[in-house]
């Protein structure tokens, strides 16, 4: 069955601070990938998103992406933390050619000051 | 601004009761989804529509229903069956076609049971 795993239930991090948060997703050709961010009690807003070609992606807020098809991950990054980014953020799936998304279940960012 | 509108933000059911969440989108998309959150689950897929006059069941169904009589709107009815009712529902839409589809989300609604 198609999955998507974010190993990192929750993430503490210094401002200022880089940061990594993992997704990998289990499917057998390569899907569409995306990130999400939500704050509390708010909807999904799209940092990012892959469909082929460049395997680093460019995001809004200075995020970034880079797809590795070897480990089937997906994993989000940036160089320097903001308080404003304190937040939950979803990797999500879409395998080419369907509708339907897959997301994990997410990891919440909390950013010290 | 377009964009998708949810309504109410916080809704409460009481025993027995039918609600209603309302999804407005004016971004004239064709597709359009509802999910629940709940905390450490992700999203989870309720019902999508691809076309007007036209909804697949997603993977927790039960105890939901939608129709799509029009384009922009998409409302989600919490049935009386639904025994775990509380959550988060968001509302989404894409442009529709398979292909690279991004979807945009509402900002939510709120459902607790008295």
């Known amino acids: 069955a198609q999955s998507v795993t974010q190993p990192d239930i929750h993430i503490t991090v210094s401002e200022g601070a880089s940061l990594e948060l993992r997704c990998n997703y289990s499917y057998g050709a390569t899907p569409y990938l995306f990130w999400y961010v939500q704050s509390p009690g708010q909807g999904l807003q799209l940092l990012l998103k892959y469909f082929s070609g460049d395997t680093l992606v460019q995001g809004i807020k200075g995020f970034e992406a880079e797809f590795k098809r070897s480990q089937s991950s997906f994993n989000l990054r940036k160089p320097s933390v903001h308080w404003s980014d304190a937040a939950e953020y979803f990797c999500?799936?879409?395998?080419?050619?369907?509708?339907?998304?897959?997301f994990g279940t997410g990891t919440r960012l909390k950013v010290l000051a | 601004d377009g964009g998708i509108t949810q309504s109410p933000k916080y809704l409460f059911r009481k025993e027995g009761q039918n609600v209603t969440l309302s999804c407005e989108q004016n971004?004239?998309?064709?597709?359009m989804y509802w999910y629940r959150q709940d905390p450490g689950q992700g999203l989870r897929l309720i019902y999508y529509?691809?076309?007007?006059?036209?909804?697949q069941k997603g993977d927790i169904a039960e105890g939901y229903s939608v129709s799509r009589e029009k384009k922009e709107s998409f409302p989600l009815t919490v049935t009386s069956a639904q025994k775990n009712p509380t959550a988060f529902y968001l509302c989404?839409?894409?442009?529709?076609?398979?292909?690279?589809?991004?979807?945009?989300f509402g900002a939510g609604t709120r459902l607790s049971v008295l």
């Open positions: 989404a839409s894409s442009i529709g076609g398979a292909s690279k589809n991004i979807q945009y």
């Open positions: 971004l004239n998309h064709d597709a």
């Open positions: 999500a799936v879409a395998p080419s050619g369907t509708y339907k998304y897959i």
């Open positions: 529509s691809q076309i007007v006059n036209d909804f």
